[in-house]
């Protein structure tokens, strides 16, 4: 979609009026993505939805009893009711925050030990960079979903250990990304000249190389919450998801068996997984464009 | 070239060692041993847990218990599922082909309806057939596949008669005692759901793929040089930019293949289709360390030969790469 769409670069003399930084470029050209602006506005609306759950929510969401069984969306009960009675309405709103919350951690232990990996077998080159890019091979030769199966199934199945072993199963590919970063950019002439005046190595990665790395890395990052949302909701569709407070995979789950008495606990949870993703993917594919106009 | 296979397959065989160690690792640190599991639902005594335990080897120290292991594999034997006390390549061996089947299929379908798309996306790029391929695309990697075919179960199978939603074929149907047509009919109202699942998923990625690799081979210098010799349009895409732009779709083809392996975990489990899959995770919910390492095993060994056979095809279609 976005691909589609011609990147023309306007001069930007006409609005000199105020301090052109490299963020507020990013947002001017951001702002010309349409689906990307949409996209950030149903996130921001979730979240905020995920942050006030327990004050909307109207019931409990693991009470039940609350309602007839199976109760069709109607007035009394927004998006229906469950086998056991229970709020689905309230049960959705909490499953935002399971959901977005399990994304959001995933990604970042993902990014984060990517980073690390990738910025150390990148810089140093040589012997570091060969055991950690096998390291990585290694990680990366095993199916990651079966991977993750075999992990997620031996360990307790809380919420903290399912955002981890998602983290901790696919941070290869970002250690992939950053290490060719690190590769070309080591080689800058800036980072010659920061370390002819005596700079550290810890000096140079973080505050010469890691911020001119920074554009695919949050791309990457962006990409990597909607993934681990949809990896955290298919483990939840075998019966491994986190169940409490349900994440909306979980809810999808629960409804699984029943899906010609209540289709309803189906359809909406799947319907959100599949908008936020999609959301993730064009905010991602926006930021692709405004981060580097020259990517293309 | 010889040189260059031997040094990818000593390169492979390591990969190997260092995955079979990661999945051994990986199952030693679980807390709740396999003595326990079963000791717990036949309620058994701390005397009959530890039998139990030394029947199969389970209280010898770690690196024993791996280099058994490896030893045992070396030989082309996995062991014997600890539940089923069958052995574990057999069981394997008799679930594979329904997976292949399914996966073979599906690679056929996604590759035939992919490529057209993406060529044509690339060719008349910014039109409106290229505008809907695209948002198609985005739309459909960011489908779950468990809920597109939830989907579909609701709206056609439900709907629509002689649609099974579970099962590979109908119980009983020999393929020996009924007509090649019967058992196609048969065999295609069972796969049709899975495949279109699959096919839909797999669709996308290969799409974007194959339209940003055909856009790159287009706007080389030597498509310039064959419009500016007079060459027809004809001859400029399909022979000289679609040649080239195919180059990365050979790589993709190995990852497709292990990637839809453990895609298929999903697929398998919704439609009971009676592949490795549902093995899979019949054997990660009874902690059957045997077969989960062989899985696992197998997994990357497919990934591996898929790269491999992926790098030798790179040089077989590019006389520009020389090893």
């Given at each position: 979609m976005t691909t589609a769409q011609p990147q023309v670069t306007k001069p930007y003399t006409g609005m000199s009026t105020k301090e052109e930084t490299f963020w507020s470029l990013t947002w001017y050209r951001f702002r010309r993505h349409k689906?990307?602006?949409?996209?950030?506005?149903?996130?921001?609306?979730?979240?905020?939805?995920?942050?006030?759950?327990?004050?909307i929510a109207p019931h409990d969401p693991m009470d039940i009893h609350i309602g007839p069984r199976f109760a069709p969306p109607g007035r009394e009960?927004?998006?229906?009711?469950d086998r056991l009675g229970r709020d689905l309405y309230s049960r959705l709103l909490w499953g935002a925050r399971t959901s977005l919350s399990v994304g959001f951690v995933?990604?970042?232990?993902?990014?984060?030990?990517?980073?690390?990996?990738?910025?150390?077998?990148?810089?140093?080159?040589?012997?570091?960079?060969d055991v950690l890019m096998r390291i990585c091979e290694v990680i990366m030769a095993i199916p990651t979903f079966f991977l993750?199966?075999?992990?997620?199934?031996?360990?307790?199945?809380?919420?903290l250990n399912i955002m981890l072993v998602i983290g901790f199963t696919t941070w290869p590919s970002a250690a992939r990304l950053v290490r060719g970063q690190f590769l070309s950019l080591r080689e800058m002439d800036y980072v010659e000249a920061a370390r002819s005046?005596?700079?550290?190595?810890?000096?140079?990665?973080?505050?010469?190389?890691?911020p001119n790395a920074m554009a695919p890395i949050i791309v990457s990052t962006t990409l990597r919450i909607g993934g681990a949302i949809l990896t955290e909701s298919s483990l939840a569709f075998i019966g491994l998801g986190v169940t409490s407070p349900p994440s909306w995979g979980s809810l999808l789950e629960g409804g699984r068996h029943t899906l010609t008495v209540a289709p309803w606990m189906v359809m909406i949870p799947g319907a959100l997984i599949f908008v936020t993703i999609l959301a993730y993917n064009f905010v991602g594919d926006g930021l692709r464009d405004a981060l580097d106009p020259r990517l293309k | 070239m010889g040189r260059y296979i031997v040094g990818r397959l000593i390169q492979a065989l390591f990969l190997l060692v260092g995955v079979s160690l990661l999945t051994f690792t990986i199952i030693q640190m679980a807390p709740g041993s396999f003595a326990e599991l079963v000791g717990e639902s036949q309620d058994a005594t701390v005397e009959e847990k530890a039998n139990l335990s030394a029947m199969y080897g389970l209280d010898q120290p770690v690196h024993v218990q791996y280099w058994r292991w490896v030893q045992q594999v070396a030989r082309g034997n996995f062991g014997r599922s600890l539940i089923s006390g069958r052995p574990v390549l057999d069981m394997i061996k008799e679930r594979l082909p329904a997976t292949i089947f399914l996966n073979l299929i599906s690679i056929f379908f996604i590759y035939l309806i992919a490529l057209p798309i993406g060529i044509i996306s690339a060719v008349k790029q910014y039109?409106?057939?290229?505008?809907?391929?695209?948002?198609?695309?985005?739309?459909?990697q960011a489908m779950p596949t468990f809920f597109f075919a939830m989907l579909l179960i609701y709206y056609v199978a439900l709907r629509v008669e002689g649609i099974p939603i579970a099962g590979m074929a109908t119980i009983g149907l020999d393929y020996k005692d009924v007509t090649f047509m019967t058992w196609f009919i048969d065999r295609?109202?069972?796969?049709?759901?899975?495949?279109?699942?699959?096919?839909?998923?797999?669709l996308a990625g290969l799409v974007r793929f194959m339209r940003a690799s055909m856009l790159d081979a287009i706007n080389q210098d030597y498509i310039r040089t064959a419009r500016a010799k007079g060459l027809s349009e004809r001859v400029v895409i399909y022979k000289h930019a679609l040649r080239n732009s195919l180059l990365p779709i050979v790589t993709a083809l190995g990852f497709t293949f292990s990637g839809l392996l453990g895609g298929s975990i999903v697929i398998e489990s919704i439609f009971a289709w009676p592949g490795?899959?549902?093995?899979?995770?019949?054997?990660?919910?009874?902690?059957?360390?045997?077969?989960?390492?062989?899985?696992?095993?197998i997994g990357a060994i497919m990934l591996v030969l898929g790269m491999l056979i992926a790098d030798i095809l790179y040089v077989v279609v590019d006389p520009r790469i020389k090893y």
């Open positions: 689906m990307a602006m949409i996209s950030l506005a149903i996130l921001l609306i979730l979240y905020t939805i995920a942050l006030i759950a327990p004050y009960f927004p998006a229906g009711t995933a990604a970042g232990v993902s990014i984060v030990i990517g980073t690390i990996v990738g910025a150390a077998a990148g810089y140093f080159g040589g012997v570091v960079d993750l199966l075999t992990v997620v199934a031996i360990f307790e199945r809380s919420m005046i005596g700079a550290k190595n810890s000096r140079i990665t973080m505050w010469h190389i890691l | 039109s409106w057939f290229d505008h809907i391929a695209t948002f198609t695309a985005f739309l459909g295609a109202r069972y796969i049709i759901l899975p495949l279109t699942v699959i096919v839909l998923g797999g490795v899959g549902l093995l899979a995770i019949q054997a990660i919910f009874t902690r059957d360390y045997q077969v989960i390492m062989a899985f696992n095993m």
